[in-house]
């Protein structure tokens, strides 16, 4: 099989190049019933009529719960050297304020399963499943939460230590907020402006509240965070269409990442929207600029926007370009924009691992087999646009590939396949697809 990444390429000639593949809880783990995990947010909103597409759930997902050894195996068999997954936390918190401890042995299994194998754990502490329990004390509205999620850090780097190589506490703090909290898109479901920022504020503070406690206990780890970008282009030329542009990505990038790395939210937001600001006690925007080991960055597409009507900025549908099954346009060059556009703009940018990137590509299986051919051009085209943000001088030291196997896509349901293992729900098959099949051959014939 043909690879085209070209074989001088920094990603295949360096060898501490880490390649993963990434998963979340929820969408994998099923059992949502069973060892002694409570129910978390997502449970609440898939059983609420019309959030989830064909009103899907979190079971059977993969299976994983009970799989996880094969699971594991498999991405042994597929070369890559790491493995980036999320500890679901309702699986470890109870609502009188206890641990479960079977949540946590399941999880140091897993861990001990990795290092077994020689794989790299890298685990996210929150992929947004939150404990229904706290969501109903007010969820991240609630200060108290950010508290919350640093006992459960706590107890999680507690027992896993420096096992964990690397540890993000929170997986696209963005979607948690903005579409869980404004824009009634994921669980909770609420929809009101002001409190999708105060959410996004309580999130930093949880990271920054959590990571000293989660150095302590894992001192040779690596301690970050994952945000997720899609950023703005501006439908043509035009001052308004360039100031569309410029302001999403304030909003949208920046709000989430200018004060990690900077202690201030961006003044464009603030100066629009002082109505829609956070409260923020004296004090916090230090304890969310701590120093971060790793920046996880998400990304999958670019918006094309202009002004809104009664918006500061719209997405428009552009006709006539390559798009994944999902809808989401195909564009690498803006993954290598967005990458150098950091470095350009962040003094204190830390190393870059991207964290996750992928495609859906919803091919069936066929004579048992599943030609993916738009996934795997798709990974060419953006292994290819990390290549070149890294050539342009930026720290990218790893990649993960979204997903291991089609998994539960949120409000998607299990309608968007990401995996490169294709999942057969009805009876748990799994089989790799010529996306997976061509990773494995790229990874075992690196120099
Ligand atoms: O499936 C999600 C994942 O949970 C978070 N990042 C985007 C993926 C694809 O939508």
Known sequence: MSNSIPKGSTLLRRNDFLFGVATASFQIEG???LGGRVPSIWDTFCATPGKVLGGDT?????????????????????GFDAYRFSIAWPRIASESGGWNQQGLDFYERLVDGLLERDIVPMATLYHWDLPQFLEDRGGW???DTSYRFTDYADQVTRRLGDR????????????????????GIHAPGLKDHQLGFQAAHHLLLAHGLALPIMREHAPGAQHGIVLNFTPAYPATESAADVDAASYSDEENSHFFLQPLLTGQYPAAVQERHPEWMPRCYPGDMEIIAQHLDFLGVNFYTRAVVEPGITEDYQSIKQADVARTDIGWEIYPQALTDLLVGFKERYKRLP???????????????????????????????????VDNAIAAGVDIRGYCAWSLMDNFEWAEGYSQRFGLVH???????????????????MLYTRS
């Open 164 to 183: 964990v190589r690397y540890y993000a506490t929170l997986n696209e703090p963005w979607c948690s907020a903005f579409l869980g909290y404004r824009l």
């Open 351 to 385: 190393p870059i691992y991207i964290t996750e990137n992928g495609a859906a590509d919803n091919s069936p299986v066929v004579d048992g087999e599943v030609s993916d051919r738009l996934r795997l051009n798709y990974y060419q085209q953006h292994l290819q646009a």
């Open 141 to 143: 509205i609630n200060r």
């Open 58 to 78: 979190g079971m059977p997902a993969c299976d994983h719960f009970h799989r996880w050894q094969q699971d594991l195996d498999l991405i042994k068999s597929l």
């Open 31 to 33: 059992a949502t019933d």
């Open 423 to 441: 999942v057969d729900y009805e009876t748990q098959v799994r089989t790799p697809k010529m996306s997976a099949n061509w990773f494995r051959d």
